[in-house]
């Protein structure tokens, strides 16, 4: 579980990238992969349980989810430096707005490696990660 951990936070842009980063600060790597572990294990579950397909909730997940403490944490600072503060929602990218279905899955189980139509026999392009077939 925790070699599914390691890779999942080394993902980019997903959730659980952004969950393990956010706790190595404070726990440690080890006891991050443990917690990330446990959120894939979790994960599966519920997915098993209902029959519903993963979605990702991004890597800026935890950070809409805490905007608000966010918002007036930084407030609170400027004001103790003197400063006034007008604060003004600007409009969401057309980016944000969507939300994107995860597809990293295929590239932790396969290594990196991307189904392609090179000459490979077993269907993969080779980035450097998988050692050439000898011919």
Known sequence: MTQCAWAAS???NTYLSAKY?????????????????????IMVYYILKTGMPYKELGKDY????????IVKGHIK????????????KAALSSRKRNNQWF???RS?????CDPGNETDPA?????G???????
């Open 129 to 135: 990660m998988l050692p050439r077939a000898r011919r």
């Open 10 to 12: 080394k993902t980019k």
């Open 62 to 69: 935890l950070s809409r989810r805490r905007e608000d403490k």
């Open 77 to 88: 600072r400027l004001k103790d430096l003197g400063y006034e503060v007008e604060i003004k």
């Open 103 to 105: 597809t990293g899955w």
């Open 108 to 112: 932790i189980i396969t290594g990196g």
């Open 123 to 127: 269907g993969f392009k080779n980035n």
């Open 21 to 41: 980063y956010s706790l190595v600060g404070r726990r440690g790597k080890k006891r991050a992969l443990i917690a990330v572990g446990h959120k894939i294990l």
